[in-house]
C-alpha cells in the first residue's frame, strides 16, 4: 500500500463537498479535519435534486441507506409555459426506464446531516475562518482568522463560491453574474397537487417538486406533505426587496396553478433569496499539495440541478486517486485530469440552459417555446441520460 495514505488532509468548507471529501479520503486511509467558517454545520437550504451520478456517489461513500428514508423518487416531470401548456413531458414509465436509478429529491439540510453523521462531528472544526494558505514540497499549511496555523500533507479547498483556496492559487477575482437572481423554499404543501417541473415565462423560471413529509408525519401517517419550489428572474446584480414573498407574488400573478398557492404556503421567513453566479473555467484546479472540490472549482449555474452532483463526484474521484498513489501531489494532479473536462461541460451547459430559460425578449421567447416543443422528449430524455451516467 502506498506510504502516503497515512497523511493527513485538511479540507477547507463543511458544505456537501468538503464533508464528501472527507468520508472519501477516510477510506482511502487519509487521516481528515475539515475547517468550516460558519459557527455551527450549516443546515440551511431548500431542496436539492439528486441524479444517477449523485446517487452513485452516496453509495460509493457508504450513504445510500440514509438518503433512503430521507428522499423521495422524483418521478415525473415536465416544462410549461407560464399558462400550463405543456411544452416537453415524458411518460413515468419511460422516466423510470431511462433514469437508473431515478432521480431524487431531498432537503439539502437532510443530506448535509448524513454526511455529517458519516463523517463524525469530532473533525469538524467550526468557526474556522481560512485567510490563506502556505505549501513547500513537504507540507501545505493552513491560516486562520484567529491566528491558527494547521499543518497538513495535502488541501482540499471546498470552500465554495467565493474560496479563499481558489483566491490563493489562482487569483481574487469576482464571480460572474448570471443576469438573475433566485428565491427557494420548501413549503407544507398537499404534493400530489403539485405539477412537477419547471414552468417558464419571459425572463422568469418557477419550478416545483415534491419533497417528502416531515419525519414525524410519516411516523404517524399524518396527513402533509411538502413541496420544494424554486424561481428565478432577470434582475439587477444585488436588487433585494423589504418584503420577498410579496415581490415573488408580484412576478407570479396569473401563473398556471398551483404556483401562486406555492408562494403563498411559504413562512416569509424561510424564503432565500441569492444572485446566481458561476466563474470562467480552470484547466487545472490546483497547485501542489492543493486542489479544490465542488463549487471553488467549478461554480456553475443551477439550471441542470449538478452543482451537488458534481462535487460527490469530485469526492469519490478524489478518494479513488489518493487510494492508488503514494505520491500526493501526482495524486492530486490526476484527480483534477479526470474531472476537470467533465466538470467544466457541465458548467458550460449550464450556462446555456441558464440563457435559454430566462430569454426574455418576447419573439425570442415565442420562438423558444416552439422550437422546444418540436423537440423529441425522449431523445432529449436519453442524451441527458448518458451525460449523468457515473464516470468514476
Known amino acids: 500500500m502506498p506510504t502516503e495514505l497515512s497523511r493527513h488532509a485538511l479540507i477547507i468548507g463543511a458544505g456537501i463537498g468538503g464533508l464528501a471529501a472527507g468520508i472519501a479520503l477516510r477510506q482511502a486511509g487519509v487521516e481528515v479535519d475539515v475547517f468550516e467558517q460558519a459557527d455551527g454545520p450549516r443546515d440551511a437550504g431548500a431542496g436539492i435534486s439528486l441524479w444517477a451520478n449523485a446517487i452513485h456517489a452516496l453509495k460509493a461513500l457508504g450513504l445510500q441507506g440514509s438518503i433512503e428514508c430521507a428522499s423521495l423518487t422524483y418521478a415525473a416531470g415536465g416544462l410549461r409555459s407560464w399558462r400550463g401548456t405543456i411544452l416537453a413531458s415524458l411518460p413515468v414509465d419511460e422516466l423510470q426506464r431511462l433514469f437508473q436509478p431515478p432521480v431524487i429529491v431531498m432537503h439539502r439540510a437532510d443530506l448535509l446531516a448524513a454526511l455529517l453523521e458519516a463523517f463524525g462531528k469530532a473533525r469538524v472544526h467550526t468557526a474556522a475562518r481560512c485567510v490563506a494558505i502556505h505549501q513547500d514540497e513537504a507540507e501545505v499549511t493552513a491560516v486562520f482568522a484567529d491566528g491558527r496555523h494547521v499543518q497538513g500533507d ?29 428565491w ?25 417538486v415534491p419533497m417528502p413529509a416531515l419525519r414525524e408525519r410519516r411516523e404517524s401517517n399524518g396527513p402533509g406533505g411538502r413541496v420544494y419550489w424554486y424561481a428565478t428572474r ?21 401563473w398556471h396553478e398551483p404556483i401562486e398557492a406555492l408562494i403563498e404556503a411559504a413562512d416569509p421567513a ?23 472540490l465542488g463549487d471553488a472549482a467549478h461554480p456553475m449555474m443551477p439550471f441542470l440541478g449538478q452543482g451537488g452532483c458534481q462535487a460527490l463526484e469530485d469526492a469519490v474521484v478524489l478518494g479513488t486517486c489518493l487510494r492508488e498513489s503514494g505520491d500526493v501531489p501526482a495524486a492530486l494532479r490526476e484527480y483534477e485530469a479526470r474531472r476537470v473536462p467533465r466538470a467544466n461541460r457541465f458548467v458550460w451547459m449550464s450556462r446555456r440552459a441558464g440563457r435559454i430559460a430566462q430569454l426574455q425578449n418576447p419573439l425570442a421567447v415565442a420562438l423558444r417555446n416552439r422550437l422546444v416543443s418540436l423537440v423529441n422528449p425522449s431523445a432529449q430524455a436519453r442524451r441527458l441520460a448518458r451525460l449523468i451516467e457515473p464516470r468514476f
Open 270 to 292: 424561510t424564503i432565500l433569496r441569492n444572485d446566481i453566479y458561476d466563474r470562467p473555467t480552470l484547466d487545472v484546479w490546483g497547485q501542489g499539495r492543493a486542489t479544490l
Open 184 to 208: 427557494r423554499a420548501v413549503v407544507p404543501f398537499d404534493a400530489q397537487t403539485v405539477l412537477p417541473g419547471e414552468s417558464w415565462g419571459r425572463g422568469s423560471v418557477f419550478g416545483q
Open 154 to 182: 495535502l488541501l482540499i479547498g471546498a470552500d465554495g463560491l467565493h474560496s479563499v483556496v481558489r483566491a490563493q492559487l489562482h487569483g481574487a477575482r469576482r464571480p460572474r453574474y448570471a443576469g438573475c437572481t433566485a
Open 234 to 254: 432577470n434582475a439587477p446584480e444585488g436588487g433585494r426587496s423589504p418584503d420577498e414573498k410579496a415581490e415573488l407574488r408580484r412576478l407570479f400573478r396569473g
